[in-house]
Each structure stands twice: as C-alpha cells, then as structure tokens.
C-alpha cells in the first residue's frame, strides 16, 4: 500500500541504474556524440518486484530549471520489461548481427554510468520520480555528459497510446495494457503514475520534466535512502550480474568514461 509521509504519497521505491551504449565503431567514448543510446533501469523493490528498462531521449536526462525552458522536457520509451534481471541484463549486453555489404557487425555492450535508489511518489496533482545516486560517490564528466546528478527529481507522466503526440517517439506497437489501465487514460493526452502497473507494459511512453535538484529533502521533505557503495557492494554488478571490469566500473568510481589505455589504481579497485 503506498505510504503518505509530509504529504507526499510513496507508490514505489528501488534501486535506479543508468548506462550508455557506444556507437558502433567507437573506439573510445568521449561524449554524447560517441554514444548511440542512454538507458535507465527501475528495479523496484516496493511494493512488488519488477525491473523495467527505458531508453531515455536526447541521450540525457532533462534539465532542471525554473523557467519554461524546452531542455526541460524529454521522453524514455519502455524496451524492456521483465521480473527476471537476466533478461535486462541480455538487453545490455553486446550484440552481433551479420550485414550483407560489411560482414558480421558489433554493437558494443552498455556500460554503467550510476547507480542509486529512487521513489516514485505522488506530489499534488502529479507524479514525481526522484532518486539518490550511490555510485559514484561524486558525479565527473561522465555523468555531466547524461545529466546525471547526485540527486534529482522529475515528474513523470505516461503517454495515452491512442492519442498522437507531436516530438514523442511511435512505437511500432502500443503498450498492451489491459482494459482497466487503458480506461485510466479517458480522453487525456498524458497522465500521472498513479497505477505503478502502467509502468510494467513494453512501448510505455514517458514525458520527464525537471522538477527538483539537489534539494528533494529540503524543498519536498523526502529523505532517499541511499548509501555511498563501493564495487564489491554495488548492486548493478550484484544484482544484473554484469562483469564489472576495468572499463565497465570506471565511471562508477570515478565519473571519467573509461580510456583503454588506463589502468586502473588500487583505490580505484576498492
């Protein structure tokens, strides 16, 4: 059942994971331009167990700002959803696929830029999605590149399937929501999460717009629980049992993207 603390009505909560995958052919990411898609997962541990892959638009998260601004604004597109971790794993994972003019082409593997807890909570008329990063500890370059923060929140809205909607992305097929979801939605172009179900269905469109940064305690009262990790307790290498190498990790315990020829310290290891 969700839980009302200082007005603000908890619907889920869980672990949040953001990762990158590099463009075909990049030998080394050095921003968005080297970057082919910028995903988020929702693993939600509260109150049912679900983990749900987004690819984010614009390969960031929105901006948070006080003005009307249109950066404020941007979508992510349910690809993926599962109650089993190693199918979202499989997701990230690098592929193969035979071209007729190239020969066999490789997609690199999605590599972790951050992880951390969020809640997804009702705040008035809306939905607000926030979260706390654990790794890492402090956000660098890397994280700036998606506009990861420390912590941040967004509302978050789901997208009427039978309503067409100018700059959002059109699945090749709409959600396949039972009848009581899909009688949510009435004749509204967007609504609120209020049924955390309407997250769990593959083509689930999302409008994010920046609400609040580095301030969700102290201007809505909601305290995250987020720990700082280090690798050995990280739960994306735990919990969608990656092979957290050397390349893999580096943005979580540095916030640099990862250089081939780096190697890494003994702190870094730690």
Request: proline residues 9%.
């Amino acid at each position: 059942m969700p839980t009302t603390v200082w007005g603000i009505e908890k619907l889920e909560e869980g672990e949040i994971f953001f990762f990158y995958r590099p463009r075909v052919e990049a030998e080394e990411v050095k921003g968005g331009e080297d970057v082919q898609r910028f995903y988020m997962v929702l693993a939600a541990k509260s109150p049912t167990s679900s983990y749900r892959l987004f690819v984010v638009g614009r390969k960031k998260l929105p901006e948070v700002r006080r003005d009307p601004h249109p950066e404020r604004r941007s979508w992510a597109l349910n690809v993926r959803a599962t109650t089993k971790p190693d199918e979202i794993r499989r997701e990230l994972a690098a592929v193969e696929y035979p071209t007729k003019t190239r020969g066999k082409r490789f997609v690199p593997a999605s590599e972790p830029i951050g992880e951390g807890r969020y809640i997804l909570f009702r705040h008035g008329n809306h939905t607000e999605l926030a979260y706390a990063l654990e790794l890492p500890k402090v956000p660098g370059p890397a994280q700036e590149e998606f506009d990861v923060k420390r912590e941040a929140s967004y509302v978050v809205a789901v997208k009427n399937p039978d309503i067409a909607t100018p700059g959002a992305p059109a699945p090749l097929k709409p959600p396949n929501y039972p009848s009581a979801l899909k009688e949510k939605f009435g004749q509204r172009r967007w609504i609120p999460v209020d049924d955390t179900a309407l997250l769990d269905y593959e083509n689930t469109q999302l409008l994010l717009l920046g609400a609040h940064d580095e301030a969700i305690e102290t201007e809505l009262g909601l305290h995250i629980n987020s720990e700082h990790h280090t690798l050995t307790a990280s739960a994306v290498c735990r919990e969608l049992r990656l092979e957290c190498d050397r390349e893999r990790v580096q943005p979580l315990l540095t916030g640099e993207f990862p250089a081939s020829e780096e190697s890494p310290t003994e702190a870094q290891r730690r």
